[in-house]
């Protein structure tokens, strides 16, 4: 079992920079892939990145050159800075962990509010 807590949410205003973290714990030396997913109201939750354990690296192109995600593999928690934050940003942001056994956890979510 991994178990993951997300913080840094919060209101900004378009433009500004968030940063979100997430830290997992449990059996966490499982962990391959750790991300991010965001879900809007009424919208499906899509990608917005992700990072292996060797850092390689995926974005949504949405978030490209804006959003930059990190991991910290001694402290099993993972970073997702956000900077230029725009309106169409806002969605409760969901941090998920994929294991070496092929289960996905995710965490319970983190409201960001971008005003425009």
């Known amino acids: 079992q991994v178990q993951l807590v997300e913080s840094g949410g919060g209101l900004v205003q378009a433009g500004g920079s968030l940063r979100l973290s997430c830290a997992a714990s449990?059996?966490?030396?499982?962990?391959?892939?750790m991300g991010w997913y965001r879900q809007a109201p009424g919208k499906q939750r899509e990608l917005v990145a992700t990072?292996?354990?060797?850092?390689?690296?995926n974005y949504a192109d949405s978030v490209k050159g804006r959003f930059t995600i990190s991991r910290d593999n001694a402290e099993n928690t993972v970073y997702l800075q956000m900077g230029s934050l725009k309106p169409e940003d806002t969605a409760v942001y969901y941090c998920?962990?994929?294991?070496?056994?092929?289960?996905?956890?995710w965490g319970q979510g983190t409201q960001v509010t971008v005003s425009s």
């Open positions: 449990g059996s966490s030396f499982s962990i391959s892939v």
């Open positions: 990072i292996t354990r060797s850092d390689i690296t």
């Open positions: 998920h962990a994929d294991t070496i056994y092929r289960r996905r956890y």
